[in-house]
């Protein structure tokens, strides 16, 4: 079977792109991880011109998860599902096709997650926060790092991303230009994490003409998010905490769990953690074992005949 040219593909990628960024409001990642999803589902069908879309039928679009579920785990193939669905929702309204596809696409069966989040007890976050030597260059980088993730809940490359104007020292703001959900957003800049990160610039940060706030010192360049990450791993071996995923998103789920224990509400993590549905903190409510102990009704005894 004859590709379909990969420049018309192009135009349909880069349009779909532009309305995930601009309208649906996704960060660049994320709308690249969808275009990713569709350039493949174009190009397995083939389809070249966006009035193709026309000629999709139900049956090609099982036809084509059947393929991919030959190479996917089941939770990887519901996330292709789901950009399939929203790219199909887009087609309709740009006309390219008039039929509401998204809803023929087959629902993917995958084992629900029960699972609370891993997360550091408040004993354990003391130890990893006192690790790091406050004399040192790379040590004052590490606890300033390590602080916007666990009192803040920043993400890995938030951190890295973080740039010398984002701080606002006057108005006690730390602001987030380029967050997973692609809006900006601003954050108090507690005592105890400014203290740290002005520690760090005064006295641990080499002189350059990079604006990120943390940077790797031989050679002197930007972090990126797994240095980030690699940061919180090296300070979890030396404390000797042993977790199933150690990195930086760790000390995000920390904050939020402790919130929770603490009496705080789902939608109280939710905004601090920059979710954009509520949905995405009710992991959380499974870290909360002694509420639920507490409102677990007993099992009723069998009545006396």
Known sequence: MKKAPAK???KILQSYQHHLC???????????????????????????????????????????????????????????????????????QQG???QALSLAVPKIASRAQHAPPNYLSEQQLDLLLESWDRNTAQGQRDLAIGLCLARLGMRGAEVARLLLEDLDWREGILRINQSKNGNPAQLPLLAEVGESIATYLRAGRPAC????????????????????SYVIQRALRRCGIQVPRPGAHLL??????????????????????????????????????????????????????
């Open 8 to 10: 018309h593909r192009q």
């Open 22 to 92: 601009e309208v649906v409001g996704l960060s660049p990642k994320t709308s690249q991880n969808h275009s990713r999803d569709i350039s493949h589902f174009l190009e397995a069908l083939p389809i070249g011109q966006a009035t193709e879309l026309a000629k999709v039928t139900p049956a090609k679009l099982t036809s084509y998860l059947t393929a991919r579920s030959a190479h996917y785990q089941p939770a990887s193939l519901r996330q292709v599902a789901g950009s399939l669905r929203q790219f199909l929702r887009f087609a309709q």
């Open 96 to 98: 390219w096709t008039s």
């Open 209 to 228: 003409s990079y604006r990120q706030v943390f940077l790797c010192h031989q050679p002197v360049r930007a972090m990126g998010a797994k240095a980030i």
């Open 252 to 305: 995000r789920h920390t904050v939020a769990s402790h919130l929770v224990q603490n009496g705080a509400s789902l939608k109280e993590v939710a905004d601090l953690l920059r979710h954009r549905h509520l949905n995405s903190s009710a992991v959380y409510a499974h870290v909360d074992v002694a509420h639920l102990r507490s409102v677990a009704q007993p099992w009723p005894k069998e009545a006396t005949l």
